[in-house]
């Protein structure tokens, strides 16, 4: 089996404290991924099809197009009518849940070796994901358990909000250090080291 390297390796180092033992501003970190399957549909039975993986996930629907749900170690985003990134910490217990799905009524697609997950949090990382993304980052517009498919400098990724001030952006692996670098550069007004 192959084993799979990040683009990262070596780049996407924690930022460690200030020089005189501060906190950050802002800690930039890749994070695990899991697994992530993209399932699609057709309109007259979309939602028919997917609950028995939802089920087993442990969710009662498809959710809606701005807040992701979660339960135990699994997350749910409506991307599209029609389509749903299922997100799990453990890539085979995803693999397992979405293989009793009917092929004929759900389509599959495993993204689990095409995404990197870089991690902005800090007491400015609203202020560093203003100015990386054209979303509102405000409160009440993308609270926790948020999420926008939008772009980062050209690049197509979708940002989750995982906590007041702790955001993962899902970036295209192909494209994981271009953003990983604007990113740095971004957050560097914002902290006392940045790696």
Known sequence: MLERRSPLTGYALPVSSGPTGEAPGIRLSEQPLGG????????????????????????????????????????????????????????????DVVSCLDVSRALTLDLSSARNVIRIEGLHAVQVMVRLSSVDFGFEAFPVTGFAQTGIHHVGVLIQRIGRTRFDILVPTTWALSVWEMARETATPFCHDVV
């Open 36 to 95: 992530l399957v993209q399932v699609s549909g057709w309109s007259d039975s979309f939602e028919v099809a997917v609950m028995p993986a939802l089920d087993r996930l442990g969710f009662s629907g498809a959710g809606d197009f701005r807040n992701m749900q979660t339960a135990n170690e699994a997350q749910v985003m409506r991307v599209a009518p029609n389509r749903l990134l299922l997100r799990h910490a453990n890539p085979l217990a995803l693999a």
